[in-house]
């Protein structure tokens, strides 16, 4: 089982719908969890951090549920340029300070006109 | 303008030899990690370093080495151990007082010829 999983999708949408992604992590001890998003073919960048009470930036909502283990993505008002894939990132209680991020394999969006 | 400095931006093994992929950072970071991305999958760790002349394996490190001789450069090689070198390669650093946020450069596609 991958520690961090990721439905890849794609998520075909059209202009202006509200899409959610969903991403589970096998270990308990992650401690601190991220978004990035990558383009094709580019490097992947740092969307949002997730925080426990969940987090918004403007049209992107991030919720944590640690019980169960899952964190969301939510983007309204879908806009062309928010198709890209969307990496999901964890990392685990004493790797804080080593940096290790364990990486999902992203989630593709494609809007649509 | 600080960043992350990958090249090339593609590169071609022949069987048996060796190539060395450059990193180079002027954001003053202390810390530099080596990825690599296949297609459909996550980005996996092959090496990190936390400060100069210092390195340790990431999940995949065999068939890989690196050195960290200056604080701006972290040179990844690929040996010929290395069977099946095919990837996408990103170099990413962060700073001392964030390790979780990493900063990306745009990458090294390294193909066998």
């Known amino acids: 089982r991958k520690e961090v999983e990721q439905d890849p999708g794609p998520f075909n949408v059209p202009e202006g719908a509200t899409v959610a992604f969903n991403c589970t992590y096998s270990n308990s001890a992650s401690q601190s969890f991220f978004w990035y998003r990558q383009d094709c073919r580019k490097e992947p960048k740092l969307l949002m951090s997730v925080y426990s009470s969940g987090n918004e930036d403007g049209r992107f909502t991030a919720q944590l549920n640690r019980a169960s283990q899952y964190i969301s993505l939510l983007i309204r008002d879908s806009k062309l340029s928010d198709s890209a894939t969307y990496l999901c990132v964890v990392n685990h209680r004493g790797s804080s300070n080593t940096g290790k991020l364990i990486f999902g394999q992203g989630t593709t969006l494609q809007v649509k006109p | 303008d600080g960043g992350i400095t990958q090249s090339p931006k593609y590169l071609f093994r022949k069987e048996g030899q060796n190539v060395t992929l450059s990193c180079e950072q002027n954001?003053?970071?202390?810390?530099m990690y080596w990825y690599r991305q296949d297609p459909g999958q996550g980005l996996r760790l092959i090496y990190y370093?936390?400060?100069?002349?210092?390195?340790q394996k990431g999940d995949i490190a065999e068939g890989y080495s690196v050195s960290r001789e200056k604080k701006e450069s972290f040179p990844l090689t690929v040996t010929s151990a290395q069977k099946n070198p095919t990837a996408f390669y990103l170099c990413a650093s962060s700073p001392q007082g964030a390790k979780n946020i990493q900063y990306f450069g745009a990458g090294t596609r390294l193909s066998v010829l």
């Open positions: 370093s936390q400060i100069v002349n210092d390195f």
């Open positions: 954001l003053n970071h202390d810390a």
